[in-house]
């Protein structure tokens, strides 16, 4: 699927527009309370020469019950290179208990530079997991979906064992990123977190990232790994 850069731009204009019919009511209606929220964390990884690198997620918001801003960022430093990055700022609206659409710009510093229209979908499913569903648009016009989930298992009252998981499909090849249409990636693992304090816990995590389809192939023809499976050691904290 392509979107050219005009079409884009009307994308991006409509989004504000509607953005702007949301928010003012919102202001002119009596204030609610505000609250703040902001969460990270950053892993290490070392394996020798061949292999060293930190990894980071983390995200927060300003706001009210029924509508915040969002910030989320992720990226990897790997042997001396910021190798990804990715900040999002989002508006976020409460549709139902537990369940928010969150819609803003999503840009990418590595690997290559870009701009996205970003649209998502979050909240907690039954057995309260942690659902985060992001449809991307790029400002070349390239079709994007991710889809992540995550699930706290409470072994102790401190210690929390967390499995997670992370797909990316691409509507279309993306040269530029090394990755094809279909499903890109799957990035999955298992936390094992111990929390001194309930805004500090270190942890360990096994992590697993796969490859597939035409991004396999790219990956293989340039002499790298299709499958990837890294033990880290981080930290998570969150500040309120």
């Known amino acids: 699927m392509n979107i050219n850069k005009k079409t884009y731009s009307l994308v991006v204009a409509g989004f504000a527009l ?12 009596e204030a609610e309370p505000m609250f703040k929220y902001f969460q990270l964390e950053a892993d290490y990884a070392d394996w020798g020469s061949n292999k060293r690198e930190v990894t980071w997620e983390g995200s927060g918001w300003y706001g009210g019950d029924s509508e915040k801003i969002w910030v989320k960022t992720e990226g990897e430093w790997g042997n001396g290179d910021l190798e990804e990055s990715e900040l999002q700022a989002l508006y976020s609206r409460n549709i139902a208990p537990f369940w928010d ?64 998981g992370e797909v990316n499909i691409f509507a279309s090849d993306v040269p530029e990123q090394e990755v094809g249409a279909g499903i890109a990636n799957i990035d999955t693992g298992l936390q094992l977190r111990y929390e001194i304090r309930r805004e500090f816990a270190p942890y360990i995590d096994f992590n697993y990232v796969g490859l597939f389809g035409e991004t396999k192939s790219l990956a293989e023809a340039d002499n790298k790994d299709a499958n990837d499976f890294t033990v880290r050691l981080g930290v998570r904290f969150w500040l309120n």
Do not use: C, M
């Not at 509607?18 to 209606?29: D, E, H, L, N, Q």
């Not at 998502?120 to 979906?145: H, K, R």
């Open 18 to 29: 509607s953005i702007t019919w949301f928010v003012i009511p919102a202001v002119a209606a």
């Open 101 to 164: 659409v969150q819609a803003g710009l999503r840009h990418d510093f590595r690997p290559d530079p870009t701009n996205y229209l970003a649209v998502a979908f979050v909240g907690l499913a039954p057995y309260w997991f942690e659902l985060d569903t992001s449809l991307f648009v790029s400002d070349e016009g390239d079709v994007s979906l991710r889809g992540q989930a995550e699930y706290d298992l409470l072994l102790t009252q401190k210690l929390i064992l967390s499995p997670y």
